[in-house]
């Protein structure tokens, strides 16, 4: 059974506006920081709001890696979830991932992989 607080696919840079962008946003009135690599280089952390993450003739080939961790503050529910957004390539990829904490204040653990194609 797939992890539903992962995923991984490739993302087709050609044919886009350029450059590519990546946003991220915490739902469900909780909160929570992302770690964000371009390959083993980590490029931002906190916060992801229109993040540049390159051209695409620069990026064919490389991987995106998001690390999210999202905080069940939210007294009236144990739901999380990130959605990830990458812009700029052929597609305007949109992905949403839930997941519902076991217990109040857990820190829930995301993940996303993006190779650009």
């Not at 390959?39 to 999210?68: C, F």
């Not at 959605?83 to 991932?97: K, N, P």
Request: aromatic content about 6%.
């Amino acid at each position: 059974m797939a992890d539903p607080r992962k995923i991984e696919k490739d993302y087709p840079v050609n044919g886009g506006p350029g450059p590519i962008l990546l946003s991220i946003v915490i739902g469900d009135g909780q909160i929570g920081a992302s770690k964000v690599f371009l390959g083993n280089t980590r490029i931002a952390k906190g916060a992801i709001q229109h993040l540049p993450i390159g051209v695409p003739d620069q990026l064919r080939g490389q991987t995106l890696g998001i690390r999210t961790n999202v905080l069940d503050a939210n007294p009236q529910t144990n739901h999380t979830s990130v959605t990830f957004i990458v812009t700029g390539g052929a597609v305007v990829e949109h992905d949403t991932l839930t997941f519902d904490a076991p217990h109040d204040g857990d820190v829930i653990p995301y993940e996303a992989i993006f190779t650009f194609v």
